[in-house]
T-cell receptor, first 110, second 116 residues
Framework: NAGVTQTPKFRVLKTGQSMTLLCAQDMNHEYMYWYRQDPGMGLRLIHYSVGEGTTAKGEVPDGYNVSRLKKQNFLLGLESAAPSQTSVYFC?????????FGPGTRLTVT | AQSVSQHNHHVILSEAASLELGCNYSYGGTVNLFWYVQYPGQHLQLLLKYFSGDPLVKGIKGFEAEFIKSKFSFNLRKPSVQWSDTAEYFCAVNSPYGGSQGNLIFGKGTKLSVKP
């Protein structure tokens, strides 16, 4: 039982490049979330999903897109990366209230 | 809108000192309350949670928290900290009624540094 996993762990992008972050969970949770963590800001919700095939915007959705084609996977996409998206990204899943977090992806946009 | 306030940005203690981290939330209805811990370089882990019942909840590693509904507070306590408690602590709240109300709202975190 791996819990919540994220790939990749680290990534450096140039401004304007695109990438996809993958989150996978093996706990059969309905709910999944993407957060970004910035110093002094806590965790801010980017997008979330309450079930396969559904997604919704969180607090800071601009510049990101998501997809939940399979229940166990939640993808976060950056179509045109900007330096303001330099952050640590955490995925979480829940059923539905207690959230379990992945190890994070550290993304730097230069 | 719901919000969570953590009063201390950075707390520095010596080993064996007692710890209390403040957390206040603004939400008029029923809430679930959580404390998460993030050790350096790691992901968030659940320390303890309150859904209902006894307002004094005990978590892992000797931590406890008390829900005081009249004060909208959920302060975290530990009688005697250890160097290994050095971490960042996040308070979070959500509504038990699911949907977008079920999304966690996090405080900005309190860094705890414990001097050996």
């Amino acid at each position: 039982n791996a819990g919540v996993t994220q790939t990749p762990k680290f990534r450096v992008l140039k401004t304007g490049q695109s990438m996809t972050l993958l989150c996978a969970q093996d706990m059969n949770h309905e709910y999944m979330y993407w957060y970004r963590q910035d110093p002094g800001m806590g965790l801010r919700l980017i997008h979330y999903s309450v079930g396969e095939g559904t997604t919704a915007k969180g607090e800071v959705p601009d510049g990101y897109n998501v997809s939940r084609l399979k229940k166990q996977n939640f993808l976060l996409g950056l179509e045109s990366a900007a330096p303001s998206q330099t952050s640590v990204y955490f995925c979480a899943s829940s059923f539905p209230h207690e959230q379990y977090f992945g190890p994070g992806t550290r993304l730097t946009v230069t | 809108a719901q919000s969570v306030s953590q009063h201390n940005h950075h707390v520095i203690l010596s080993e064996a000192a007692s710890l209390e981290l403040g957390c206040n939330y603004s939400y008029g209805g029923t809430v679930n309350l959580f404390w998460y811990v993030q050790y350096p370089g790691q992901h968030l882990q659940l320390l303890l949670k309150y859904f209902s019942g006894d307002p004094l909840v005990k978590g892992i590693k000797g931590f406890e928290a008390e829900f005081i509904k009249s004060k909208f507070s959920f302060n975290l306590r530990k009688p005697s900290v250890q160097w290994s408690d050095t971490a960042e602590y996040f308070c979070a709240v959500n509504s038990p009624y699911g949907g977008s109300q079920g999304n966690l709202i996090f405080g900005k975190g309190t860094k705890l540094s414990v001097k050996p």
